[in-house]
């Protein structure tokens, strides 16, 4: 039986594997900070930042969530503080974007809200343009059912996002339209929460998940007005939810596959 190795041999090439990390793929961590609100209410922020290898001549990927706000609230912190970022573009910043969330964080809720009145305001019987993005996505299976659509339901309303969640048989798709951005953060949600339970019935990530189509809603395509949650006891059916929106050619292409 080989003998050990000696300790200082294991440190060193514990050393070498951590450096060679950070040089190929830079390094994350979390950050937990309590803010005051508009109200003195505390706001528990969780920051993840992830610094690149070139880091500070590069800027940071930043995350940010928070029991406290809606999501569309995260996204808003989130663009502040990189757009904050580029002010000290090559050189260190995690500190001085940590103190600055902490002193302007009331006022960019405050702007958050006026601004997401007016755009309600504004799309109220309008269409949503040409920058309207679609994304199809299949679910294997849901344990929790009522739970998760909860989840969703929150998820849809809080990046204003419209569509259809559908159920018919074992055949679960998430139909959603909206801007771009707040697709792919949906997305990210979507991949990242324990949204579920495993088999043991403890809180899990969605692992069995598959984006079917993500693309520009067409002229001819409808746009949906809200986000709705519904059943279809056949593929007919589901197959005139599709046809009444102008999206034939979608259902055509990545439904029948699925009953294989």
Same mark, same amino acid.
């Given at each position: 039986m080989?003998?050990?190795l000696p300790a200082t041999y294991c440190i060193n090439l514990f050393m070498l594997i951590f450096l060679f990390f950070l040089e190929t793929h830079g390094i994350t961590f979390r950050i937990q900070i309590s803010?005051?609100?508009l109200l003195d209410t505390d706001v528990l922020l969780k920051l993840l930042f992830h610094l690149p290898v070139n880091y500070p001549s590069t800027l940071p990927d930043?995350?940010?969530?928070?029991?406290?706000?809606?999501?569309?609230?995260?996204?808003?912190?989130? /663009?502040?503080?990189?757009?904050?970022?580029?002010?000290?573009?090559?050189?260190? $910043?995690v500190h001085d974007l940590i103190l600055w969330i902490q002193q302007h964080l009331k006022y960019i809720?405050?702007?958050s809200?006026?601004?997401c009145h007016e755009k309600t305001t504004l799309s109220k019987g309008t269409s949503t343009g040409d920058d309207t993005w679609m994304l199809l996505l299949h679910l294997d299976? $849901?344990?929790a059912k009522a739970k998760y659509v909860k989840t969703v339901e929150k998820w849809?309303? /809080?990046?204003?996002?419209?569509?259809?969640? $559908?159920? $018919?048989?074992?055949?679960?798709?998430?139909?959603?339209?909206? /801007?771009?951005?707040?697709?792919?953060?949906?997305?990210?949600?979507?991949k990242t929460s324990k949204v579920d339970v495993d088999s043991s019935g403890k809180?899990?990530?969605e692992k069995m998940i598959s984006v079917l189509c993500e693309t520009k809603v067409q002229a001819q395509q409808k746009r949906f007005q809200t986000f709705e949650v519904k059943e279809y006891s056949t593929l007919d059916e589901l197959q005139k939810e599709f046809e009444n929106s102008g999206l034939t050619a979608l259902f055509l292409e990545f439904v029948p596959p699925l009953l294989k």
């Open positions: 080989p003998s050990a803010v005051k609100e930043i995350s940010v969530s928070s029991d406290q706000l809606t999501r569309a609230q995260c996204v808003d912190v989130k /663009d502040k503080l990189l757009e904050q970022a580029k002010k000290h573009l090559s050189e260190p $910043m809720i405050k702007q809200a006026t601004v299976h $849901m344990r849809t309303s /809080d990046l204003r996002l419209t569509g259809r969640l $559908m159920f $018919m048989g074992k055949i679960i798709l998430i139909l959603l339209q909206g /801007d771009r951005s707040n697709i792919k953060e949906y997305l990210i949600l979507q809180k899990c990530k």
